[in-house]
């Protein structure tokens, strides 16, 4: 089924096609249509879905078949909220990209950016505005936005907005839109707090789920090794060399470890740069674009830094460390595979980490079987002379998270 049958507007169709997208991903032909209808929608979908276009194409064929104010004074019609200021720029850049041929004007706002020039940019009148929640509340308080006129509105990764605890900056916000709107939620996973904003949120929504619940991207290979904590830089500096990988995501757990592991990656002769929160946004946005134009070839992100971002035809994930959480794993491997293309996750495994491994498989309601690079075996004498272990899953956990707060992990019991 193509574009066509949708609903869309020529102009968007054109939009469509001048990105070169031919048919419709399984989120657009869902979600599309029901948006266009008017109702309010839940959909799970990841980032790498199409999810951008699901939402912004209606939103856009909305406001463009509206007359502005007779006043000529232009209001914000519709609001995208997102977690991140990266995954708010790609989104912008979408909308902006989408709308080209319309005469609709979007701002976006962020965080650690220039509040002034963001001010500047609301004053000339803008139709969409794409903001993270903290940096709009500043706005909004300084009397630098008005959002009473809004129409549409947007929560995109929701799931990871709550987990960043915007939640009491989102019922600022929803206290000064309007009742009547169209309100559209994404998010990757759903859980009981999901469901649970979704109630105060969305009126009789439309549920679409294209994959099943908290399901990893089919287009994602994914292999797990199993390698002492110790050997992990080796093993994936000798994988990207030996295989030829570039572009290659790889995540850890924390800053401290982002930039530790890139700067020993540099040494293993391969050009390496982290992203994280403590950096600028100027520095962020720096290595973004030089690892987007393959000028550097590895980038190691903390979950928070790498969330939403779209790096086109991004072949290779690792997690470097597990996450704590099972949904991070889902978030982070779906930076591969994206709509369509073909992807590749490893993670590596120490044997601390095999009760994560568990979890990430409870959710994936799958099993992913260790393997193990022959030159980089686990030294199981290690843990046979650590025999009779008292290794329970608490106590793992306990390991792994002295670990990842860079303390001296608490000795086993024997
Ligand atoms: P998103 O999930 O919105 O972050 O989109 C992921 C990527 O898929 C982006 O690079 C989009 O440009 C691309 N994309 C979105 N829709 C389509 C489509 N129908 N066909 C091909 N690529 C698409």
């Known amino acids: 089924m193509g574009f066509a049958s949708l609903g869309l507007n020529q102009t968007l169709l054109d939009a469509v096609a001048e990105q070169g997208y031919n048919t419709p991903t399984p ?13 309010d929608v839940m959909a799970g979908a990841q980032t790498g879905t199409g999810k951008t276009a699901a939402f912004a194409l209606p939103i856009l064929q909305f406001l463009s078949a509206q007359t502005r104010d007779s006043s000529g004074k232009i209001s914000v019609r519709a609001l995208i909220l997102t977690p991140t200021r990266e995954l708010a720029q790609q989104v912008h850049a979408s909308i902006v990209k989408y709308g080209a041929q319309t005469d609709l004007r979007a701002a976006l706002v962020y965080g650690g950016a220039s509040i002034n020039t963001q ?14 929640p903290g940096r709009l509340i500043d706005l909004m308080y300084k009397r630098a936005v008005d959002l009473s006129q809004v129409e549409y509105m947007v929560f995109d990764e929701a799931d990871r907005m709550l987990d960043m605890g915007f939640m009491d900056e989102i019922q600022r916000i929803l206290k000064v839109l309007p009742p009547t709107r169209q ?16 109630k105060t949120l969305l009126k009789t929504p439309k549920l679409i789920e294209v ?28 994988l990207i060399g030996s295989q030829n990988w570039q572009q290659v995501l790889i995540f850890t757990r924390t800053k401290l470890g982002a930039d530790a592991l890139a700067k020993e990656m540099c040494k293993d002769g391969l050009k390496t740069q982290a992203i994280h929160g403590d950096k600028s946004q100027g520095a962020r946005d720096r290595v973004l674009e030089e690892f987007r134009e393959g000028k550097t070839r590895v980038l190691v992100a903390t979950d928070l830094a790498a969330r939403g971002l779209d790096i086109e035809e991004l072949k290779y994930v690792v997690n470097y460390e597990l996450p704590f959480k099972a949904e991070d794993y889902i978030h982070r491997i779906g930076r591969t595979g994206r709509a369509g293309g073909s992807g590749l996750a490893i993670s590596l495994v120490c044997e601390d980490e095999n009760y994560l491994l568990q979890d990430v498989e409870t959710k994936l309601e799958t099993q992913l079987p260790q393997q193990w690079l022959p030159g980089f075996e686990p030294d199981l004498t290690r843990e046979a002379k650590k025999a009779p272990r008292r290794n329970s899953r608490g106590a793992q956990k306990q390991r792994a998270r002295e670990r990842a707060l860079g303390k001296k992990p608490t000795k086993r019991r024997r």
Do not use: M, W
């Open 183 to 198: 309100t559209l939620l994404f998010s990757a996973t759903f859980d009981d707090e999901i469901f649970k904003l979704s």
């Open 27 to 39: 989120i657009q032909t869902e979600a599309i249509p029901a948006i266009l209808e008017g109702l």
């Open 211 to 238: 994959d099943a619940r908290n399901t990893a991207s089919i287009q994602v290979e994914q292999r797990v090794y199993a390698v002492d904590e110790d050997r992990k830089r080796e093993l994936i500096s000798y």
């Open 119 to 132: 001010i500047e940019s609301l004053k000339a009148g803008v139709d969409i505005v794409v903001a993270t």
